[in-house]
């Protein structure tokens, strides 16, 4: 399976996607935020040069009331009508509102404010100049009122009046212009700004789509690929483990019958050996009598001699058979040591494989200890094995001491009837000796039983392992059908 660089990346993905659009909305959010003030900003100017606009109008008022008073007051010296008194009054009171409202306009530039002053009193010095006259024309002084109407201070008031209009009309068309000046520098600042943030939004976005397809979609895609690939390899191993459990089964199964052979082997022996024993009790009895029946114990000891010789023969057949068991459980272990290390392998590679494999890893854990249970009943197998072993060639030792014994005993019983005690001596030997096959056959008959019992866990697990091996491969194909639909969504 080919090696996969192992990338460390400052993000992940739970963090690129809040980040990467945290990251813009921010932009937007600074944007729209600067794009406001701007606004206000440009909205406070524009309210400015409404303001000052009204200060224009409100100057021109000022000087339309002074000109209307002073027309006013003109009509009233001429005629003498109260109603150009009344007008007049009304103009004056106008004057004060429209000054009023120029000193609150100009309240915040300290150079119109001073202007603004200086344009009040010299209106109030008009409208002194104005009443002065009024009041001598009250009095019926004509004369004076002339001459007051011929001064020049009249025309001098008038004249610093019109100066400080102007003046205050150049202020105010001056900070006009710096005010339209700074509103369009700001509103082409506001514009820059918007067009700049869009872009740099854009940009932001295109950066961070760059940055989650290259750091994160890539990687995703090579680590779908390379579970994909390593899925591939378990299925294939998990496929030839299968073959290797079905033909373990098969070896066990063979194994099972075998033994079962051997069982039947050694419950014959056990019978024969119990018949021989019933022959060896015979074969006293028939010495106790004497000379008469010397004939007949010859025979029984030589028919003793065979069956002990048959005896040894099926003792040696079960040593053959016991090597066999032998075989096939180091078959077995070894059988079960390959399958943990199998296991072992797709362990590992479950753990490398990541979240998505671990029940694929749990399975592999549990076939391991399947594994360490068929070494350790073949363990015990060898061990019954030995024991069954020791046991035949004990039986093996003890049959070639009875044949030795029974051909002594047809040699002495041959030689002489003297010999008759020791023959008896002899039998009873046969006697407790054939007891001892029959015992030992027993116990040979029983270890075989476990053996049996043995093979039939092995079998049992064996087929546990193919019934684990089929639902690792099942979630093998869940995992490729799994790493597929991530292929597919990249």
């Known amino acids: 399976?080919?090696?996969?660089?192992?990338?460390?990346?400052?993000?992940?993905?739970d963090q690129i996607v809040p980040i990467g659009f945290g990251i813009?909305?921010?932009?937007?959010?600074?944007?729209?935020?600067?794009?406001?003030?701007?606004?206000?900003?440009?909205?406070?100017?524009?309210?400015?040069?409404?303001?000052?606009?009204e200060v224009k109008e409100l100057l021109a008022q000022i000087e339309n009331d002074l000109i209307d008073g002073e027309t006013e007051q003109r009509g009233y010296?001429?005629?003498r009508d109260e109603n150009y008194l009344e007008r007049y009054e009304a103009r004056r009171n106008t004057f004060k509102r429209h000054a009023e409202s120029l000193k609150q306009l100009v309240n915040s530039e300290q150079s119109q404010v001073t202007t603004t002053n200086e344009i009040v009193n010299i209106a109030q010095k008009k409208f002194a100049e104005l009443d002065e006259a009024i009041a001598l024309k009250k009095l019926g002084k004509d004369q004076e009122v002339l001459a007051v109407l011929q001064s020049k201070k009249g025309q001098q008031i008038t004249d610093s009046l019109k100066a400080k209009l102007v003046q205050m009309n150049q202020q105010h068309q001056q900070i006009l212009a710096?005010?339209?000046?700074?509103?369009?520098?700001?509103?082409?600042?506001?514009?820059?700004?918007?067009?700049?943030?869009?872009?740099?939004?854009v940009a932001a976005g295109i950066s961070?789509?760059?940055?989650?397809?290259?750091?994160?979609?890539?990687?995703?895609?090579?680590?779908?690929?390379?579970?994909?690939?390593?899925s591939t390899n378990i299925a294939a191993t998990i496929l030839q483990q299968e073959r290797t459990i079905v033909q373990q089964s098969a070896s066990v199964n063979q194994t099972t019958a075998t033994v079962e052979q051997v069982g039947a082997f050694a419950t014959e022996s056990a019978k024969q050996a119990e018949t021989s024993a019933e022959g060896v009790q015979q074969a006293l009895t028939l010495t106790e009598k004497g000379v008469s029946t010397v004939a007949l114990t010859v025979d029984g000891i030589s028919e003793l001699r065979n069956q002990v010789m048959a005896i040894a023969g099926q003792a040696a057949h079960l040593s053959q058979q016991t090597s066999q068991i032998s075989k096939v459980s180091l078959l077995v272990a070894k059988f079960a040591t390959q399958t943990n290390i199998l296991a072992l392998n797709a362990e590992v590679e479950a753990v490398k494989a990541g979240e998505e494999a671990t029940g694929f890893g749990m399975i592999a854990k549990e076939i391991r200890n399947l594994a360490?249970?068929?070494?350790?009943s073949a363990a015990q197998i060898s061990l019954l094995v030995d024991q069954v072993q020791g046991a035949i060639d004990s039986t093996v030792l003890v049959t070639q001491e009875g044949t030795?014994?029974?051909?002594?005993g047809i040699k002495l019983a041959q030689e002489t009837g003297d010999a008759f005690t020791n023959i008896a001596d002899a039998v009873k030997n046969i006697f407790f000796n054939n007891e001892k096959i029959?015992?030992?056959?027993?116990?040979?008959?029983?270890?075989?039983?476990?053996?049996?019992?043995?093979?039939?866990?092995?079998?049992?697990?064996?087929?546990?392992?193919?019934v684990a091996i089929t639902q690792i491969k099942n979630a093998t194909v869940e995992l490729n059908e799994t790493v597929q639909n991530l292929q597919d969504l990249i």
Not at 372 to 376: A, F, I, L, R
Not at 404 to 408: F, H, I, Q
């Open 404 to 408: 030795r014994k029974a051909d002594d």
């Open 24 to 53: 813009v909305l921010i932009l937007i959010g600074i944007v729209i935020t600067i794009s406001q003030i701007s606004k206000a900003k440009l909205i406070k100017m524009q309210l400015a040069n409404a303001q000052k606009f």
């Open 372 to 376: 360490d249970q068929s070494n350790e």
């Open 77 to 79: 010296l001429i005629t």
């Open 178 to 201: 710096q005010t339209k000046q700074a509103s369009d520098q700001f509103q082409q600042f506001s514009t820059i700004l918007d067009w700049g943030g869009w872009v740099v939004s």
């Open 1 to 13: 399976m080919p090696e996969r660089k192992n990338v460390k990346h400052p993000l992940k993905v």
């Open 208 to 230: 961070i789509s760059f940055y989650v397809v290259r750091w994160i979609m890539q990687p995703i895609n090579e680590a779908a690929n390379a579970v994909s690939t390593s």
């Open 438 to 466: 029959v015992l030992t056959a027993k116990q040979q008959a029983a270890a075989v039983q476990q053996i049996i019992s043995a093979m039939n866990n092995i079998n049992l697990g064996a087929k546990e392992t193919a």
